[in-house]
């Protein structure tokens, strides 16, 4: 059974940066493509970013703008995203997801609960 737990979420001012990891357990974390979606409040959960099982390929929306980096480590079962320059619209709960196809949708086959991420100015 997959499992996903988010971390590193928190309150940081505008221009500030975080890191947000994803544990991954069960079968094979090298099997699936690793993604990061987010949903701003009263907002739907959007596509941040996504990286292939080998970490070779990686996708990102539009509105990261270059400030979301997404990586992996197979060796630790773990995906990371990277993100610099926070603003206060980046306030959301962010959501790592995991499916043995690459995808923008939001049809991934395992979630975790998401972590918090609030920006101030």
């Known amino acids: 059974q997959v499992q996903l737990a988010e971390s590193g979420g928190g309150l940081v001012l505008a221009g500030g940066s975080l890191r947000l990891s994803c544990l991954y357990s069960g079968r094979t974390f090298s099997s699936y493509a690793m993604a990061w979606f987010r949903q701003c409040p009263g907002k739907e959960r959007e596509f941040v970013a996504v990286?292939?099982?080998?970490?070779?390929?990686?996708y990102y929306a539009d509105f990261v703008e270059g400030r979301f980096t997404i990586s992996r480590d197979n060796a630790k079962n773990t995906a990371y995203l990277q993100i610099n320059s926070l603003k206060p619209e980046d306030t959301a709960d962010y959501y790592c997801a995991a499916d043995p196809s690459v995808r923008r949708s939001a049809t991934y086959a395992y979630w975790g609960h998401g972590t918090q991420v609030t920006v101030s100015s």
């Open positions: 990286i292939t099982q080998s970490g070779s390929g990686t």
